[in-house]
């Protein structure tokens, strides 16, 4: 039995089984990959993948069970580099930092140039995508640490904490009818086309419950992940835009006045998460602990522990 193998086993279980992409992501051949798994399961003297002609299809029964100890035994391998880093140079590596579009433009920059600060001489990869695919990240060990709104809490392979809570505020060119009404009602949007965040981005979905408890109709004509981008439609006039409060200018430089929304949709809690069994490097804590100081390390530490 070889790390080969069971690197071989669990990333065609992450591929959908299709050994080609599993060759690609190994850097290895397909010939290998079916070879590493047919001498695992020899080995073993049990079926781990279930077959139709030479094509596998998913896992035994054993397979699935055998996945989980494999899983934990690659974590371990993976938190035993880690720790032998940490005692060789506990100020050298990368951290690798997944996060949605908002958090990486408007509240990481001053968390990075103080971790920067501290910790010189550590590369820092930015990542950006969905909450789904940071907490897919995460899992995979392709990245450090996940920053997303509350949907990392749903992930079992995953440690998240909550760092702060934020609200949606609405925008409008200077002018706009909705700047007369105080406080605005969900129906006073609702008489506008509205210009927001793509589904499963930046509390997308408190803005849509809003709306449903209501039993009001919208009308979303344009969508996007981008919070600068959603506010230059605004500008161009093409409907009321609903943001994150923390992506808004309120001195008005951008010729969009801001609206505040508060009282309309549901608070966001924006978390950080990493994953389970975890072994967390002494400047992943520092980067942990900047983005959210409430956190002490022995919070961070009682999580994992519990969470185990």
């Known amino acids: ?10 990333e065609t279980a992450r591929c959908g ?13 397909q010939p290998g990959v079916s070879r590493q798994i047919r001498e695992l399961e020899e080995e073993l003297g049990v079926d781990i993948f279930e077959r139709n002609g030479k094509r596998l299809t ?3 029964d054993p397979g699935r069970g055998i996945l989980v100890i494999i899983d934990r035994l690659l974590l371990e391998a993976e938190n035993l ?19 949605t579009h908002t958090q990486a433009r408007y509240m990481l920059p001053k968390v990075v140039q103080g971790f920067r600060s501290a910790f010189p001489k550590v590369r820092i990869a ?16 392709k990245a450090d640490i996940g920053i997303a709104t509350e949907g990392l809490s749903q992930f079992e392979g995953l440690v998240s904490f909550p760092c702060y809570r934020w609200h949606h505020s609405v925008v409008v060119p200077e002018g706009h009818p909705l700047l007369a009404k105080s406080p605005i009602t969900l129906e006073d949007l609702a008489q506008y086309p509205l210009i927001t965040y793509d589904l499963g981005f930046t509390g997308r979905g408190h803005i849509d419950d809003a709306f449903k408890k209501a039993d009001i109709a ?8 981008d919070s600068d981008v959603i506010q230059q439609y605004v500008s161009l006039g093409l409907g009321v835009g609903i943001v994150a409060s923390m992506a808004v200018q309120k001195d008005g430089t951008n010729g969009l006045k801001v609206i505040d929304s508060a009282h309309l949709f549901a608070q966001n809690v924006t978390r950080l998460a990493v994953r ?3 072994y967390l490097r002494q400047y992943t804590y520092d980067f942990i602990q900047q983005f959210a100081p409430d956190l002490s390390r022995a919070d961070i530490d009682e999580a994992m522990r519990t969470s185990a």
Not at 17 to 24: I, K, R
Not at 128 to 135: R, V
Not at 218 to 225: C, N, R
Request: proline fraction near 1%; avoid cysteine; charged fraction near 15%.
């Open 1 to 10: 039995m070889n790390f080969q193998q069971l690197r071989s086993i669990r």
């Open 276 to 278: 389970r069994g975890a």
């Open 126 to 141: 930015l990542q950006q995508s969905s909450p789904e695919h940071i907490a897919e990240w995460v899992l995979s060990g």
């Open 81 to 99: 580099q880690r720790a032998s880093q940490e005692y060789a140079g506990q100020e050298i590596g990368t951290l690798t930092v997944a996060a």
């Open 218 to 225: 919208t009308d979303i004509v344009l969508t996007a992940m």
């Open 58 to 60: 998913g896992l035994t």
């Open 17 to 29: 089984y299709n050994l080609t992409e599993v060759a690609n992501v190994l850097f290895t051949s």
